[in-house]
């Protein structure tokens, strides 16, 4: 049971973890994953490189400090995480390994001085009611996933049915499972997990599925990434009728029922997510914006698709923007204030969901924030660990 007096000690280290939280971090991510093998494969390793990893947990146990007295401010940030470990299928036994690597951190790079046995009991019981939290909302999520109807719990095993080249970087994969048994419904803009067995090691992502659920078969779209170990391997060695392993749909970042006008705008393969959601939306009466931003014609994917709903549905306006010069149908450069000002309803009062790399996210928000979308209507996913826009 976490005291009052520990809670204090915990946000007594704030200006700590605001100044040095990443090298703890870091150094957290170090030993952990070189003296656990067994839990590498929960770890991108990728986003361990770039350093995206690091900041995003560091940034996660800064909030955590900083809020510990009412949790409720934390806002979306334990729906992420608890969506993400879903995804990933963290278990209870996961929890001590990392606890003990963390508060392990603590004492090696705070020193004696700072890392107190006071401060470390602190922090451990304060790491315990996190845990305990996620571990009860996790458990919470495997019991539905697995009581649904063509659900299931851990891995399930699925069929490559096709595999489509939808632009020069997005292959979509069609997924139906080997048993031949329905599968559990999604919501739209939710991801699944996969797991990938590459070069004798263990590999687990999140993909977002970028159709509508429809009781038969999930599909993929995935962007082959430059240092991707498993998009690479997706696109490069995997085949029609091969099998990959897939861990039941999750995700907060779904589309509410609503009958507000809906915005929804993309950079990349941030596309893939408001696909499911553009087509759920076209089923109602609701305007619909869809607003998507690529390097060039070429690496975009869905817009033959995309154009072809808009014929079919009024309601759909669609505008395409890219940033390298040449492209004849669609704005050139990046998306302004100006020319969203002019897509958007007049009336701000909209739904608007958005998904793309961090800088385009972290712009866009700046964008509907100064053309006044209020805030609580706006909505984001992160295609890996989740930061701080």
Not at 83 to 97: D, G, R, T
Not at 153 to 172: L, M, N, Y
Not at 214 to 239: F, M, Q
Not at 284 to 305: D, K, L, M, Y
């Amino acid at each position: 049971m976490l005291t009052a007096e520990q809670r204090a000690i915990v946000q007594s280290t704030v200006p700590l973890l605001e100044a040095g939280g990443e090298a703890l971090i870091t150094h957290f991510y170090q030993r952990l994953l070189g003296e656990h093998p067994e839990v590498r494969a929960l770890f991108n390793s990728s986003h361990q490189q770039s350093g995206a990893q690091p900041r995003a947990l560091a940034f996660s146990v800064l909030m955590y400090a900083k809020h510990i007295d009412k949790l409720e401010n934390l806002g979306n940030l334990p729906a992420q995480i608890i969506n993400k470990h879903v995804a990933l299928q963290v278990q209870p036994e996961h929890y001590p390994i990392v606890g003990a690597c963390l508060l392990q951190a603590m004492r090696e790079v705070l020193g004696a001085e700072i890392a107190t046995e006071t401060v470390i009991a602190a922090w451990a019981a304060a790491y315990q009611q996190l845990a305990d939290i996620l571990i009860g909302a996790e458990a919470q999520a495997y019991d539905r996933n697995a009581s649904a109807e063509g659900g299931w719990r851990g891995a399930r095993a699925f069929r490559v049915a096709r595999k489509q080249v939808e632009s020069a970087e997005i292959t979509s994969f069609y997924l139906a499972p080997v048993d031949g048994g329905a599968v559990m419904a999604h919501l739209p803009g939710q991801f699944i997990g996969l797991r990938a067995v590459i070069d004798g090691t263990e590999q687990r992502r999140n993909y977002s599925l970028s159709a509508l659920a429809n009781g038969r078969e999930l599909r993929i779209s995935v962007k082959r990434e430059a240092g991707g170990v498993v998009s690479r391997h997706l696109h490069d060695a995997v085949r029609e009728g091969d099998v990959l392993d897939i861990f039941p749909p999750a995700g907060h970042f779904t589309l509410a029922d609503s009958d507000k006008p809906l915005v929804l705008i993309s950079g990349g393969v941030g596309i893939t997510p408001t696909l499911p959601m553009l087509a759920s939306a076209l089923g109602t009466s609701r305007p619909v914006v869809f607003i998507h931003c690529a390097r060039t014609p070429e690496v975009q994917g869905f817009r033959a698709r995309i154009d072809a709903l808009a014929l079919k549905h009024p309601q759909l306006q669609c505008h395409y923007v890219y940033e390298e010069p040449g492209a004849a149908a669609g704005v050139q450069g990046r998306l302004g204030a100006e020319q969203l000002g002019r897509w958007l309803p007049a009336s701000r009062d909209v739904d608007a969901y958005f998904c793309g790399p961090h800088p385009f996210m972290a712009a866009v928000q700046q964008l509907l924030r100064t053309l006044g979308v209020p805030a609580a209507q706006t909505r984001y996913e992160f295609f890996g660990p989740s930061q701080a826009l």
